[in-house]
């Protein structure tokens, strides 16, 4: 029987989803026939690759979200080490978390982007980077974490600025429309989901909350967005060197004629995996239930590390 450790919390800011999703995918994957155990990482990287190995997967189910998770750090390690994981690797990974570097891989690729400035808080403070409306957020972290919309007469740009702590900004122009989004599983998408939110915009609350959100599949799109957003989405992920599973998020500016008010805002390398997630949703819509999907997730883990001959982590402790 295939062992696999499934890694959830972490550090990062999206500790609590990391856990949701990681409990969510460990009993899925008993439920398919895994052996499983979990992990929760901490601070002290000697007890984490101790704890990796005390558990003695065959497969590491990487379900941390954010920093140190999705960013190329456990990636690296679990390469070292010679386990396979699922999910992006280090560099696909690293890029991804990295809004700017994403960006420039996407252009360098033909795909549609908004234009952007990377910016530090004092600097927002001292003056707006785009005329309003516009979007700042982390260029580093994930789940709408720090992400802030500044509409017109808006005069939050100051107290945005005195509160920051995520590090450096990355400004857009803020593009009106819809909020739409793909998953991708390997080199196909599966749908075009529309999401609807009662809040100012798709945060951190709408994503996880009950209720936070409304998620429409198919998205009621035209053909011709619809078939430009699986087919945008598939090439991110090639030009990131994804593998797996990713997700990538869009805004449709609908009052422009067909496709051409589509925008690749970034891509999601650790997609959430909670009971409210867009990729389990888009997998049951194309008939393909949870534990099918945690289970294709294994079979498709690999590392990018050196081999370890015939002895693996199972044989080790």
Same mark, same amino acid.
Request: net charge negative; hydrophobic share 45%.
């Given at each position: 029987?295939?062992?696999?450790?499934?890694?959830?919390?972490?550090?990062? &800011?999206?500790?609590?989803?990391?856990?949701?999703?990681?409990?969510?995918?460990?009993?899925?994957?008993? /439920?398919?026939?895994?052996?499983?155990?979990?992990?929760?990482?901490?601070?002290?990287?000697?007890?984490?690759?101790?704890?990796?190995?005390?558990?003695?997967?065959?497969?590491?189910? &990487?379900?941390?979200?954010?920093?140190?998770?999705?960013?190329?750090?456990?990636?690296?390690?679990?390469?070292?080490?010679?386990?396979?994981?699922?999910?992006?690797?280090?560099?696909?990974?690293?890029?991804?978390?990295?809004?700017?570097?994403?960006?420039?891989?996407?252009?360098?690729?033909?795909?549609?982007?908004?234009?952007?400035?990377?910016?530090?808080? *004092? /600097?927002?403070? /001292?003056?707006?980077?785009?005329?309003?409306?516009?979007?700042?957020?982390?260029?580093?972290?994930?789940?709408?974490? *720090?992400?802030?919309?500044?509409?017109?007469?808006? &005069?939050?740009?100051?107290?945005?600025?005195?509160?920051?702590?995520?590090?450096?900004?990355?400004?857009?122009?803020?593009?009106?429309?819809?909020?739409?989004?793909?998953?991708?599983?390997?080199?196909?998408?599966?749908?075009?989901?529309?999401?609807?939110?009662?809040?100012?915009?798709?945060?951190?609350? +709408?994503?996880?909350?009950?209720?936070?959100?409304?998620?429409?599949?198919?998205?009621?799109?035209?053909?011709?967005?619809?078939?430009?957003?699986?087919?945008?989405?598939?090439?991110?992920? +090639?030009?990131?060197?994804?593998?797996?599973?990713?997700?990538?998020?869009?805004?449709?500016?609908?009052?422009?004629?067909?496709?051409?008010?589509?925008?690749?805002?970034?891509? &999601?390398?650790?997609?959430?995996?909670?009971?409210?997630?867009?990729?389990?949703?888009?997998?049951?819509?194309?008939?393909?239930?949870?534990?099918?999907?945690? +289970?294709?997730?294994?079979?498709?883990?690999?590392?990018?590390?050196?081999?370890?001959?015939?002895?693996?982590?199972?044989?080790?402790?």
């Amino acid at each position: 029987m295939t062992r696999v450790t499934v890694l959830l919390g972490g550090l990062s &800011n999206e500790r609590e989803v990391s856990l949701s999703s990681g409990r969510e995918i460990a009993q899925a994957l008993r /439920e398919a026939g895994f052996e499983v155990t979990t992990f929760d990482p901490g601070p002290d990287l000697g007890a984490v690759v101790a704890g990796i190995t005390a558990s003695r997967p065959d497969v590491v189910f &990487n379900a941390l979200h954010g920093r140190f998770g999705e960013d190329g750090c456990i990636q690296g390690v679990l390469d070292w080490m010679g386990i396979p994981y699922t999910h992006s690797g280090l560099r696909a990974s690293a890029v991804a978390m990295d809004k700017a570097a994403a960006k420039a891989a996407f252009a360098a690729a033909g795909l549609p982007v908004a234009p952007h400035r990377l910016l530090d808080a *004092g /600097e927002l403070a /001292e003056a707006d980077p785009f005329p309003l409306p516009y979007v700042v957020k982390p260029v580093r972290e994930g789940s709408s974490v *720090g992400v802030h919309i500044l509409r017109e007469r808006d &005069n939050r740009r100051a107290e945005i600025a005195s509160g920051w702590r995520w590090g450096e900004i990355i400004a857009e122009p803020f593009i009106p429309g819809k909020e739409l989004t793909v998953a991708v599983m390997e080199d196909r998408a599966l749908a075009v989901t529309e999401i609807a939110t009662g809040h100012a915009f798709y945060d951190y609350d +709408a994503k996880y909350a009950d209720g936070g959100s409304h998620h429409t599949i198919p998205a009621p799109v035209p053909d011709a967005v619809r078939d430009r957003a699986m087919q945008v989405a598939v090439a991110a992920h +090639a030009a990131l060197g994804c593998r797996g599973i990713s997700r990538s998020d869009f805004r449709w500016d609908d009052s422009r004629p067909g496709a051409e008010g589509l925008v690749l805002l970034e891509v &999601n390398t650790q997609p959430g995996m909670t009971p409210t997630s867009l990729v389990p949703e888009q997998a049951a819509y194309r008939g393909i239930p949870f534990p099918e999907l945690c +289970a294709w997730m294994v079979r498709q883990a690999r590392h990018d590390g050196m081999q370890r001959g015939a002895k693996g982590m199972r044989d080790a402790a």
